[in-house]
């Protein structure tokens, strides 16, 4: 954020785009806090992002670590964004302090999506009362929230870290 706002002090003139981040909508909260620092900021279903992109000169996300091949576990979604980055020939630019850099040997190698990831309450995704009917029928309607996503090391353009 406050590599934006110095930007901002140089004079540059920049739009933010910011994917709403659902189920939990951190996106939101980003957006907010950008436009109350000032910036400009536009606000996006992340369903929309492949039709975005396009506008879009870089791509500037966060991670949750960077495994030793260089693929990085991040917020789920960002392997759409890195994809519809890499379609529209968008750098995908990743930023993670060194303490995020970690020698992770997956108990799935083939498998990487399904690296640490850890499922959220599926109450995130929908409200139960009105699933309720579904839910007589069995094990028809299964929901499954994911918090990570495995971005593989050919989506990532460049590494930015704090050394």
């Known amino acids: 954020m406050e590599f934006l706002c110095a930007a901002k002090e140089k004079k540059r003139s920049f739009r933010v785009f910011v994917a709403e981040g659902a189920p939990r909508y951190q996106g939101h909260a980003l957006a907010k806090e950008l436009v109350a620092r000032g910036l400009q900021a ?22 949750h670590a960077v495994m030793a091949n260089g693929g990085v576990i ?5 392997n759409m964004v890195a994809l519809a980055a890499q379609r529209h020939a968008v750098p995908f630019v990743v ?41 007589d029928f069995g094990s028809l309607l299964h929901v499954v929230n994911p918090a990570f996503d495995y971005v593989p090391p050919k989506l990532v353009s460049l590494f930015i870290t704090d050394s």
């Open 95 to 135: 930023l993670a302090g060194t303490h995020k850099s970690q020698v992770l040997c997956p108990l799935y190698p083939h498998n990487p999506e399904v690296l640490l990831n850890e499922l959220k309450s599926p109450s995130e995704l929908l409200d139960f009362g009105e699933f309720s009917d579904c839910m």
């Open 74 to 78: 991040a917020p789920v979604g960002l």
């Open 42 to 63: 536009t606000l996006i279903t992340d369903s929309a992002v492949f039709a975005m992109i396009s506008r879009v000169n870089l791509v500037i996300v966060g991670a």
